[in-house]
C-alpha cells in the first residue's frame, strides 16, 4: 500500500513511460510532505467537497454495472460524474503551492503546473536548496524534486 503519482499530459491523459511514474510508501509520504513543508512548497487548503448523487436524482443503485438507466439517468450521472471530477481538478487561481491534501490522499487530486510552478520557485529560492539533493543516504529526495520537474514540464500529476 502507498502512492502511486502519475505525470499527465497537457490534455489530462497519463504520460507514458516509467520516468512518469513515482511511489511512496504508505510510510515515506508524512517526511515527504514534511520536507515539502518546511521548504514552503505546501499550502494548508481544506479538501473540495464531492458532488452528492441526491443533488443529481441519483443513488448508488444507479452507478452499478448491472443497472440499464434510461436516457434521462444517463444525462444525470453524466452531469454527476463531470461534477465529481471538477471536484478532484479543483485549484486556487493563484496557487501559492501544492495544497497538502492532493498529495496525502489518494484520490486522484490533481497537482496543475501552476501549482507545482510556485512550488518548485520555494525550493529553488529556499536558502538550504543546496543541500536538500546532496546524495547522503536515500537519493529519493532527489528523485522526487526531477519528477515534479518533469511534470512541470507535462500537465501536472496525479496521486493515486
Known amino acids: 500500500m ?23 510508501a504508505y510510510t515515506a509520504m508524512p517526511r ?12 494548508e487548503l ?18 452499478q454495472p448491472d443497472t440499464e438507466p434510461d436516457l434521462n439517468t444517463v444525462n444525470r450521472i453524466a452531469e454527476f460524474r463531470t461534477a465529481y471530477q471538477a ?24 497537482v496543475t503546473v501552476a501549482e507545482i510552478t510556485v512550488a518548485l520557485a520555494a525550493y529553488d529560492a529556499h536558502p538550504g536548496v543546496a543541500i536538500a539533493e546532496m546524495p547522503v543516504g536515500d537519493p529519493t529526495w532527489g528523485r522526487w524534486i526531477a519528477f515534479l ?12
Open 46 to 63: 481544506p479538501i473540495p467537497s464531492y458532488p452528492e448523487l441526491s443533488a443529481y436524482g441519483l443513488t448508488r443503485q444507479d452507478l
Open 2 to 24: 502507498g502512492y502511486d503519482i502519475y505525470i499527465q499530459t497537457s490534455d489530462g491523459k497519463y504520460a507514458e513511460g516509467d520516468e512518469n511514474y513515482f511511489q511512496f
Open 87 to 110: 471536484a478532484k481538478d479543483a485549484s486556487e487561481p493563484k496557487p501559492a503551492g501544492i495544497p497538502r491534501y492532493k498529495l496525502s490522499y489518494n484520490d486522484g487530486f490533481l
Open 32 to 43: 515527504t510532505l514534511d520536507a515539502m513543508n518546511n521548504l514552503g512548497m505546501l499550502v
Open 149 to 160: 520537474r518533469r511534470a512541470q514540464a507535462h500537465g501536472g500529476l496525479r496521486t493515486h
